[in-house]
């Protein structure tokens, strides 16, 4: 079918061509005839497609800004509302949160809330604002902590250069605390209790693991682990090192045991 198009268009111009030479009509005042106006009449086309192209595309993308504006007010009100309703619990009169024991209603709610929060925050630096204001709270601290975080969705959170010393992040062997691809580069995690914590593809790159209990803590593909920072931790028994291999199997490959590694 294209051919037979083809063929009639250049049957048509060769025609015409004939016939305008009987009346003294050559190829060029065809082509100023037909073909010039045909030429600007495609250039504008072309540029009414272009510019309802560029227009679309910028509609598009004022509404992905709107979209992306309005899920972070969303997240900005979610965290508000968290941190107004634990400042109540820490500051109220009659039972405040730092009295509470663990296992009892005031720190099962804390921590429903907690976990609640954490779920419904997908923002990096939100859930990183999170643990801050748990930590500087003296909720989450090494010998007196107040709230559990095992099982809190702490994926992806952003702690660069936070200040964690003495923490208390641990999980269980069975229940982790969610820490995967958490982003701790420069974070001061000195004393810190990270036993059994889910630390896979998480950047530790230039963070200060002095004193860090990590045993049973899964550290699969951790970016930017020294030997500096495992020689400095305080126990990594039954961790799972960057490369996927047991703590203890992975001294044996160096040639090292656990009495001369510097942990324990």
């Known amino acids: ?9 250049a049957t048509a ?22 073909i010039v106006p045909a030429v600007i009449a495609g250039g504008g086309l072309w540029f009414n497609s272009q510019q309802r192209e560029r227009e679309q595309r910028i509609a598009r993308e004022q509404r992905e800004q709107e979209v992306e504006i309005a899920k972070r007010r969303t997240q900005d009100e979610v965290l508000q509302a968290y941190l107004d309703q634990m400042s109540q619990m820490l500051t109220d009169k009659e ?18 809330r907690t976990l609640t929060v954490l779920a419904r925050l997908v923002d990096p630096e939100h859930k990183g604002s999170v643990v801050q204001f748990l930590y500087e709270s003296g909720l989450i601290t090494r010998g007196r902590r107040f709230l559990d ?11 660069r250069s936070a200040d964690l010393r003495s923490a208390n992040l641990h999980g269980t062997y069975m229940v982790k605390t969610n820490l995967f691809m958490a982003n701790l580069t420069n974070a001061d995690l000195s004393g810190a209790a990270l036993s059994g ?11 200060n693991l002095s004193n860090a209990q990590l045993s049973h803590a899964d550290l699969t593909d951790a970016r930017g682990l020294t030997d500096e920072q495992i020689a400095a931790a305080k126990s ?22 656990e009495d001369n590694s510097g942990t324990s």
């Open 1 to 9: 079918m294209q051919v037979q198009w083809t063929a009639g268009i």
């Open 13 to 34: 111009l060769v025609v015409s061509i004939l016939i305008g030479y009987r009346y003294d009509i050559t190829l060029w005042d065809w082509i100023k005839l037909l």
């Open 95 to 112: 039972r405040p949160l730092r009295r509470a024991q663990p296992g009892d209603d005031l720190s099962v709610v804390a921590r429903a």
């Open 197 to 207: 914590a889910d630390l896979i593809r998480a950047d530790l790159s230039e963070a």
């Open 236 to 257: 990594l028994k039954g961790a799972t090192m960057p490369n996927g291999q047991k703590y203890e199997d992975w001294l044996k490959g160096r040639g090292e045991d």
């Open 149 to 159: 975080l095992s099982k809190a969705e702490l994926f992806m959170a952003d702690l």
